[in-house]
């Protein structure tokens, strides 16, 4: 039997995003976010919700820019103080030895060591109430050639991004393989 846990932000998993730009002085700044996910796939679309008292709020609306990259479960720790410390009082990339990548197609950083980056240009903002949405339209996928399958795209197993359960306050990362997405459904509509 279920039983009711209210209105909360319990829905899982949330990525565990880190949401690049530079601020009014130029300097790479970075922020955590786990609100977030792809929101149209043409023109191929991201979202990512933040608080406009954030320091990387101001920066990505001046810049009309941003990037997401990526982190793998190795580097929990510093993706993790990258939503402990402000940019306004601290360099986050000199703490924790990570390297700010300047993008060459939008005006945002990226970090160099995570294996997966999405590079976007600001699409539009949607007021929520606490959050603002970013929507952003991907400009360019950048991926670390041993985190690609097969076929030349990311393999989650490889990747190992990480994922966060709101509440607990909680990182996980991937689990095992299940089946191929729209394929292992099919056996309950051959009824023939």
């Known amino acids: 039997m279920k039983i009711s846990l209210g209105a909360k932000t319990l829905a899982q998993p949330a990525p565990l995003w880190i949401v690049g730009s530079y601020d009014e002085e130029g300097k790479a700044n970075a922020m ?20 406009e008292e954030r320091h990387s709020y101001a920066s990505i609306i001046a810049r ?4 997401i990259s990526v982190p793998s479960a190795r580097y929990a720790a510093q993706a993790d103080y990258f939503g402990i410390a402000s940019g306004k ?26 294996p997966l980056v999405l590079e976007c240009t600001l699409l539009r903002t949607v007021e929520l109430g606490m959050h603002i949405q970013f929507v952003g339209e991907i400009v360019d996928v950048k ?4 985190v690609l399958d097969q076929k030349g795209y990311p393999d989650a197993a490889k990747v190992q991004p990480i994922i966060f359960t709101p509440v607990t306050r909680a ?22």
């Open 143 to 146: 991926a670390e050639e041993d």
């Open 64 to 67: 009309r820019a941003f990037t």
């Open 89 to 114: 009082a601290e360099d986050k990339f000199a703490a924790t030895g990570l390297t700010p990548v300047r993008s060459e197609l939008v005006d945002a950083p990226y970090v160099g060591e995570f």
């Open 32 to 51: 955590a976010a786990a609100w977030g996910g792809i929101c149209c796939s043409k023109p191929p679309c991201i979202a990512v919700s933040l608080r």
């Open 171 to 192: 990182y996980h990362t991937v689990g095992q393989y299940l089946g191929q997405a729209f394929e292992i459904g099919r056996p309950f509509g051959d009824k023939s």
